[in-house]
């Protein structure tokens, strides 16, 4: 499976970005899909999940009410729309798959490249 981010950008406090991570090798539906974050210096934490099977969503305390993550089935793409961004949400931007609902980074994996995502205020 190979995962690629896009969509990061220079922002300033209050804006909006969506985010896409395209799905590629592998089959689809078999996967949770989550998206996470890396700010300088700290480590990796979840942000959304979105269920393979039943598109339930998950989100961290940070993203909810702000983020919303939903998934294209004919596009293979699962999307993260970021509302009411914040100086404290940047940070590079990361989706993964797993076979476990979970925000847990460690039960990730097929991380893409990563997408910048700054928040100015």
């Known amino acids: 499976v190979q995962l690629v981010e896009s969509g990061g950008g220079s922002v300033q406090d209050g804006d909006s970005l969506r985010l896409s991570c395209r799905f590629s090798g592998g089959t689809f539906d078999d996967y949770h899909i989550g998206w996470f974050r890396q700010a300088p210096g700290k480590e990796r934490e979840g942000v959304a999940c979105?269920?393979?099977?039943?598109?339930?969503?998950y989100y961290a305390a940070s993203a909810k009410g702000r983020f919303t993550i939903a998934k294209d089935k004919a596009e293979k793409t699962v999307y993260l729309h970021m509302n009411s961004l914040k100086p404290e949400d940047t940070a590079v931007y990361y989706c993964?798959?797993?076979?476990?609902?979970?925000?847990?980074?460690?039960?990730?994996?097929?991380w893409g490249q990563g997408t910048q995502v700054t928040v100015s205020s």
């Open positions: 979105i269920n393979a099977m039943d598109d339930d969503t």
């Open positions: 993964g798959i797993s076979r476990t609902f979970t925000l847990a980074p460690r039960a990730f994996r097929a």
